[in-house]
């Protein structure tokens, strides 16, 4: 059973927009929260986290909205630019959990930025 | 000299080779990760090092060994390996094991014929 869930595969946005990437996940254990984003053939780069004592993280054109009770959380990007075009996984853990507090990702969005 | 660096970028190999993947990190990291990632799957944790001892082994087939010399080197032997495991492997390090937040490579991208 995913814990981390990202449903929507892929998302299109016009240049200079908004864009929003969605998270859910299940375990309510969980109290720190990254997004990390991956262009083809490189690793993931780290963008942006937030623990669960904070309801937003700002940086930059980045920025991260968690939501406790609902279980979710979200990154906003902008304005959206073209370069913003890649996969951005989501990931949760529990901080301090040692070696059971690793990250879990979900399966990532495709975001496509139009000029 | 980039965070974290992984060797070779790109490898093909038959199912009866033997190869090593290499990975380093220049971030003074206490702890390393091997992950693969396939086609449309979330990124799955192979194996987790803290200062230079497995901690975790997420019931990884015995045809993939790590090896962890030191706190900045970490390798991953693969020998009769199958077609399936055909996918990107990604080593990562973090300040401290677990939870924090972790830094990737590049990545290796394997092709097993």
């Known amino acids: 059973d995913q814990q981390v869930k990202q449903n929507s595969p892929s998302l299109s946005v016009q240049e200079g927009r908004i864009s929003i990437l969605n998270c859910d996940y299940t375990?309510?254990?969980?109290?720190?929260f990254l997004w990390y984003k991956k262009y083809p053939a490189e690793g993931p780069t780290f963008l942006i986290s937030i623990s669960s004592i904070k309801d937003k993280n700002e940086d930059g054109r980045f920025t991260v909205f968690l939501n406790k009770s609902a279980k979710h959380l979200s990154l906003h990007i902008v304005p959206s630019q073209p370069g913003d075009s890649a996969v951005y996984f989501c990931a949760a853990s529990q901080f301090y959990g040692g070696s059971q507090g690793n990250l879990i990702f979900g399966k990532g969005t495709k975001l496509s930025v139009k000029p | 000299e980039t965070g974290v660096t992984q060797t070779p970028r790109h490898l093909v190999m038959g199912m009866t080779n033997k190869k090593s993947l290499k990975c380093e990190q220049h971030?003074?990291?206490?702890?390393m990760y091997w992950y693969k990632q396939s086609a449309k799957k979330p990124l799955e944790l192979m194996f987790v090092?803290?200062?230079?001892?497995?901690?975790e082994n997420n019931s990884v087939p015995s045809r993939f060994s790590p090896e962890c010399p030191n706190s900045s080197h970490l390798f991953l032997h693969l020998h009769t390996l199958q077609p399936e495991d055909s996918a990107l492997y990604l080593c990562a390090s973090s300040q401290v094991v677990g939870g924090d937040t972790q830094y990737f490579g590049p990545g290796t991208r394997l092709t097993v014929l």
């Open positions: 090092y803290s200062l230079e001892e497995r901690v």
């Open positions: 971030l003074g990291h206490n702890a």
């Open positions: 375990n309510s254990m969980f109290d720190y």
